[in-house]
């Protein structure tokens, strides 16, 4: 370490950039959102060259030391905002599993703006192993591996720099010759080495650790990896045929491995499901909504059920239109931070609290906006009173063509699956024939939530339909859709909560969990509105055993612990991570004050040392005192050997003694090592005149 960076310079806010803006892009493309990755990796690189020039506009001002509050302000302020800027990020949102790495992004952007000291570019590099953390997880992008290593790289190199001008500033400020601290020990204590190694060690453990610890978060994790797979699915699609849109709901996408965590607790009279959104444009990727059933409108709430009819705003009302209703109490308490969706069971018509800004899409679910805080929501929902047995349920081709017409919508690229042109068939109702569609599906195809995904290039229901034989709830919802289309029934893809009598708590609550999670279809008839069918009903379920059931083990417990509290838990850690480094640095700081003492001494010893040094011709080796350098090279010592008795003894006593030395003492101390040095200068001169006339020829 023979160099050091006394200042800080551009490649420090490089370094701390550059490893931000890898990690962003990886956690982005790992869940193929490329768009969100120049987006948010290109946002983190100018913020950093904005902080850059702020703290060389700023440098020489009060305002730059206060670097720590503005980023933790802009930080918070950023961070309340996190699900409004998923929400508008141009690949859509990432997937709610990993909305940490959107939290991430918040801190990487507002950090690089306000970090203009070395404490708050060291700062980054927090971030930046989040968002790595979370990419391990996902493990879906091989070259996410090398670039955490340059992450590593640049976060060890950063280090190296700031420990350097830190060792030092504290040198300078104790009175220490700041160019001995490149030699013998102190060139691991105070130059990069010791950060490079540190990097090298976690780089070799990353490739070591990283499969234990992967396995070991299985369970924790299995949230994320379900909304990566649909995710990697959608951006796979997207580049085999880039002139097709995009979906928003894809299916067949791979073992569904859900989570047993709390999405919210659900108080009503009996189980029902609970819609979240539906889909009516079907491609060989999945199910999207066009432009009418993405209608947003403000919640009407009402006091007193509304007059049923058939169209809002053009399009098919979500709520039924069933002769007779029922009011029904329905509370839905969210567990899940930064929800913007309450799934309702019908239409709500009316709220316990008033609360401005609810809204309510073509599914019939609650909008919250972010200006909403509340987690517990009180509504009356109207819900049909189902009395009619199948055969007087109306006729759905009375309903307006032109109303219906995407709704009978199948793609070219949909195969037969099923053989229904029976005489029989046709004699039946159009609820019968439905039920049939739905009942023969269900025979000759068998539930498994760990069906492998559809390979590539083809159609999900075709293959489900003729050649797998096997899939999960989308794959069932989707093929009945399409079946009932191809009978002529305008059918709809629908996707939210399935809810039953076993999630019912002691107080009296359903518990909503993240595994409850489910598709189904609806079909229109007039006079009724959209019925529910499911097809897994009567399905064989022949997925393996314990993978789709709550582990009641003790590990299992702990797993589901950990996985239900991990954000507090990461949270804690943190802050005692925090609170563990500023103690230290106190205590360092503090120490350092008491064992070297008032600067003058500090001078002085730093002057003895060099003065014995140039008499012997050797450095003192960091492992050795004073007295054993002396008593190593006595003979080399002999002529300044009676300045080195009187100052010895004072040194130790103010290095190692509980009592400060007097000032009489002090003076003694100075005069003796001025005089040293005399002599030292000497007898340096003397032996180097030795060895140039050695090296001369005889």
């Known amino acids: 370490m023979k160099r050091f960076p006394a200042e800080r310079i551009w490649l420090d806010h490089f370094l701390a950039v550059l490893a931000g803006v890898m990690a962003v892009y990886s956690v982005c493309i790992s869940v193929g959102l490329e768009q969100n990755a120049r987006l948010l990796a290109g946002g983190a690189a100018l913020a950093g060259l904005a902080g850059f020039g702020l703290s060389m506009l700023l440098e020489e001002s009060k305002i730059h030391k206060a670097d720590g509050w503005f980023l933790a302000f802009f930080g918070f302020l950023g961070l309340s905002q996190t699900r409004n800027l998923n929400e508008a990020l141009p690949d859509g949102p990432l997937p709610f599993a990993i909305i940490a790495a959107v939290m991430m992004a918040i801190l990487l952007i507002v950090g690089g703006i306000f970090a203009w000291r070395d404490a708050t570019l060291l700062f980054l590099s927090l971030p930046s192993l989040v968002l790595f953390g979370l990419v391990g997880t996902i493990d879906t992008w091989r070259p996410a591996l090398f670039l955490f290593c340059g992450m590593i790289l640049c976060i060890a190199l950063l280090y190296a720099r700031v420990h350097q001008r830190t060792m030092l500033k504290w040198a300078v400020e104790g009175g220490a010759n700041p160019k001995l601290l490149h030699r013998d020990v102190w060139r691991w204590q105070a130059g990069p080495e010791y950060a490079f190694v540190a990097a090298g060690t976690i780089i070799l453990l990353s490739f070591v650790g990283a499969p234990v610890v992967q396995t070991s978060l299985t369970g924790v994790s299995d949230a994320v990896r379900v909304n990566v797979n649909t995710q990697l699915r959608n951006q796979t699609n997207r580049a085999s045929n880039p002139a097709t849109q995009s979906v928003d709901a894809p299916i067949g996408s791979g073992p569904v491995n859900l989570s047993d965590r709390v999405e919210a607790y659900v108080k009503i009279d009996q189980p029902r499901y609970l819609r979240r959104a539906v889909y009516d444009q079907y491609s060989i990727r999945g199910w999207r909504s066009s432009a009418s059933l993405q209608q947003i409108t403000p919640l009407p709430l009402r006091s007193a059920p509304a007059q049923t009819g058939s169209v809002r705003n053009g399009e098919l009302k979500p709520e039924f239109s069933f002769p007779e209703f029922e009011s029904v109490e329905f509370?839905?308490?969210?567990?899940?931070?930064?929800?913007?969706?309450?799934?309702?069971?019908?239409?709500?018509?009316?709220?316990?609290?008033?609360?401005?800004?609810?809204?309510?899409?073509?599914?019939?679910?609650?909008?919250?906006?972010?200006?909403?805080?509340?987690?517990?929501?009180?509504?009356?929902?109207?819900?049909?009173?189902?009395?009619?047995?199948?055969?007087?349920?109306?006729?759905?081709?009375?309903?307006?063509?032109?109303?219906?017409?995407?709704?009978?919508?199948?793609?070219?690229?949909?195969?037969?699956?099923?053989?229904?042109?029976?005489?029989?068939?046709?004699?039946?109702?159009?609820?019968?024939?439905?039920?049939?569609?739905?009942?023969?599906?269900?025979?000759?195809?068998?539930?498994?939530?760990?069906?492998?995904?559809?390979?590539?290039?083809?159609?999900?229901?075709?293959?489900?339909?003729?050649?797998?034989?096997?899939?999960?709830?989308?794959?069932?919802?989707?093929?009945?859709?399409?079946?009932?289309?191809?009978?002529?029934?305008?059918?709809?893809?629908?996707?939210?909560?399935?809810?039953?009598?076993?999630?019912?708590?002691?107080?009296?609550?359903?518990?909503?969990?993240?595994?409850?999670?489910?598709?189904?279809?609806?079909?229109?008839?007039?006079?009724?509105?959209?019925?529910?069918?499911?097809?897994?009903?009567?399905?064989?379920?022949?997925?393996?055993?314990?993978?789709?059931?709550?582990?009641?083990?003790?590990?299992?417990?702990?797993?589901?612990?950990?996985?239900?509290?991990?954000?507090?838990?990461?949270?804690?850690?943190?802050?005692?991570?925090?609170?563990?480094?500023?103690?230290?640095?106190?205590?360092?700081?503090?120490?350092?004050?008491?064992?070297?003492?008032?600067?003058?001494?500090?001078?002085?010893?730093?002057?003895?040392?060099?003065?014995?040094?140039?008499?012997?011709?050797?450095?003192?080796?960091?492992?050795?005192?004073?007295?054993?350098?002396?008593?190593?090279?006595?003979?080399?010592?002999?002529?300044?050997?009676?300045?080195?008795?009187?100052?010895?003894?004072?040194?130790?006593?103010?290095?190692?003694?509980?009592?400060?030395?007097?000032?009489?003492?002090?003076?003694?101390?100075?005069?003796?090592?001025?005089?040293?040095?005399?002599?030292?200068?000497?007898?340096?001169?003397?032996?180097?005149?030795?060895?140039?006339?050695?090296?001369?020829?005889?």
């Open 331 to 698: 509370s839905y308490e969210s567990m899940t931070a930064l929800s913007t969706i309450v799934p309702t069971p019908s239409v709500v018509t009316a709220t316990k609290k008033k609360l401005l800004g609810l809204s309510e899409n073509m599914a019939g679910a609650v909008i919250v906006p972010s200006s909403v805080k509340e987690s517990v929501f009180d509504f009356t929902v109207r819900v049909p009173k189902i009395e009619q047995t199948p055969t007087e349920i109306g006729n759905t081709r009375a309903v307006p063509p032109a109303m219906l017409d995407r709704y009978l919508q199948v793609p070219a690229s949909v195969g037969d699956g099923l053989n229904l042109t029976s005489v029989e068939f046709d004699q039946l109702t159009d609820f019968e024939k439905l039920n049939q569609i739905k009942a023969a599906i269900a025979r000759q195809n068998r539930y498994n939530t760990q069906t492998p995904a559809v390979p590539q290039g083809k159609d999900p229901v075709t293959y489900f339909l003729n050649e797998s034989k096997e899939g999960y709830c989308d794959l069932f919802a989707s093929a009945f859709v399409i079946e009932a289309r191809k009978q002529g029934f305008p059918a709809r893809y629908v996707t939210g909560y399935l809810m039953d009598s076993t999630q019912l708590g002691e107080d009296g609550r359903y518990v909503i969990r993240e595994k409850h999670s489910h598709s189904w279809a609806e079909v229109y008839f007039e006079d009724y509105g959209w019925l529910m069918f499911d097809a897994t009903e009567g399905a064989v379920d022949v997925t393996p055993e314990g993978s789709g059931t709550e582990d009641q083990s003790l590990i299992g417990r702990i797993r589901a612990w950990l996985s239900e509290n991990i954000a507090l838990i990461v949270g804690g850690l943190a802050l005692a991570l925090i609170a563990v480094v500023a103690l230290q640095v106190y205590r360092r700081r503090d120490q350092s004050e008491s064992q070297t003492g008032a600067k003058l001494l500090n001078q002085q010893t730093m002057r003895f040392q060099r003065a014995l040094e140039r008499t012997v011709g050797s450095p003192r080796r960091f492992s050795q005192t004073f007295r054993e350098y002396a008593e190593r090279h006595q003979d080399s010592l002999a002529p300044v050997s009676n300045e080195l008795n009187e100052s010895l003894p004072i040194i130790e006593r103010a290095l190692y003694g509980s009592a400060e030395i007097s000032e009489e003492e002090s003076l003694r101390l100075s005069q003796s090592i001025a005089q040293m040095e005399i002599t030292a200068k000497l007898v340096e001169k003397e032996r180097k005149a030795a060895q140039k006339s050695k090296q001369k020829p005889a």
